[in-house]
C-alpha cells in the first residue's frame, strides 16, 4: 500500500533534530510521498526557500509557497514577486498555499486577509498550479471568494486542507474541483462535526494529511505529529466508510497524484 501526507511542516524546527529519521519512517510505514507547505512572514524569504530545498533533496517529497492568512499583512509587491521567483525556480513546486481566511485569531485584519487571498488565487491560476486552502471560522467567506475566483474552466484544483466545516461548504467546494482533505483531528472523540462532513465526500474527492507537528491522530494524540502517523487517519477513515484500507490508500493516493500529474512507479 502507498499513502500520501498531502500536508505537513517537517521543514519547521520541531522536525530540526530528527527530520532524516522522521522521513525515514514515513517511507518505511508506506508513505511514499509528502507535499510540504511553506508558511510564515512573506518577508523572511527563508520560510519559503528552506521548504523548496527540503523538496528538491528528497525524491517524491514536494512544495508548496504562498502566504497564510496569519501572515496576509505582511504580503507586498516585493514579496509576491520573490515568492512567484522561487515557485517558477524549481519542478518540485506543486502548489500555492496555504492560502485562505482565519478569523479565529487576529493576526491579520479581516479585509487584508480577503485582499491577499484573492490576489494569491490569482497568481496561482497565472502560474498554473493548484492551491492549499486554509480556513478557520470563515466558512461563508471562504466559499464565496473560492467561488467567484475558482467556478472557471480553466481552474487547475485545489485542497481543503484540514477540513473543519459543515457538510454544505465540503459539497460547495468539491462542486468547482477541490479534493477534501481530512487530518488526525477527524480521529478524535468529539470531532462528530468532521465525520458528518466526511460522510457527503466521496472515494474520489477524499485526501488525507497530517499537518505535523500539529494534531497527531488518535492512537498518538498530544505527541509531535509526524508524516508517518497518517496511516492511522487513513486506517480510521477506511473504518468510517467501511472500506479496505488498500482501497482508501490506492483512492487517496490516486486523487493526489491526479491533482499535481505526478507520475510515481
Known amino acids: ?10 521543514d519547521g524546527e520541531a522536525f530540526d533534530a530528527d527530520r532524516d529519521v522522521v522521513i525515514k519512517r514515513a517511507r518505511e510505514a508506506g508513505v511514499k510521498m509528502m507535499l510540504v507547505v511553506g508558511t510564515g512572514d512573506a518577508t523572511d524569504f527563508e520560510n519559503f526557500s528552506r ?3 527540503l523538496a528538491e533533496k528528497h525524491e517524491n517529497i514536494f512544495a508548496s509557497v504562498g502566504v497564510h492568512p496569519h501572515d496576509a499583512k505582511t504580503f507586498d509587491a516585493e514579496s509576491e514577486r520573490r515568492l512567484i521567483e522561487l515557485a517558477k525556480s524549481s519542478e518540485k513546486v506543486i502548489a500555492w498555499g496555504e492560502i485562505g481566511l482565519d478569523f479565529y485569531y487576529d493576526h491579520s485584519p479581516p479585509e487584508v486577509q480577503k485582499e491577499i487571498f484573492r490576489r494569491q488565487i ?19 467567506e471562504t466559499v464565496e471568494i473560492l467561488t467567484e475566483e475558482c467556478a472557471h474552466e480553466n481552474f487547475r484544483g485545489g485542497i481543503m486542507h484540514c477540513f473543519g466545516g459543515n457538510p454544505q461548504m465540503a459539497e460547495s ?3 468547482i474541483g477541490f479534493l477534501i482533505s481530512f487530518a488526525g483531528n477527524v480521529t478524535f472523540k468529539k470531532a462528530d462535526n468532521l465525520r458528518d462532513s466526511a460522510r457527503v465526500v466521496p472515494l474520489n474527492k477524499l485526501l488525507i494529511e497530517t499537518d505535523s507537528p500539529y494534531l497527531a491522530p488518535i492512537p ?11 496511516v492511522e487517519t487513513a486506517k480510521f477513515l477506511a473504518d ?10 490506492k483512492a487517496t493516493t490516486q486523487n493526489f497524484r491526479q491533482l499535481f500529474k505526478i507520475e510515481m512507479e
Open 220 to 230: 498518538f494524540r498530544g505527541k509531535r505529529n509526524e508524516p508517518m502517523f497518517v
Open 173 to 175: 467546494l468539491m462542486n
Open 240 to 249: 468510517f466508510y467501511n472500506v479496505d484500507l488498500k482501497v482508501l490508500a
Open 1 to 10: 500500500m502507498i499513502f500520501i501526507d498531502s500536508h505537513c511542516h517537517i
Open 51 to 53: 521548504v523548496v530545498r
Open 122 to 140: 490569482k497568481i496561482a491560476n497565472e502560474l498554473n498550479l493548484p492551491i492549499i486552502i486554509h480556513s478557520r471560522d470563515a466558512d461563508d
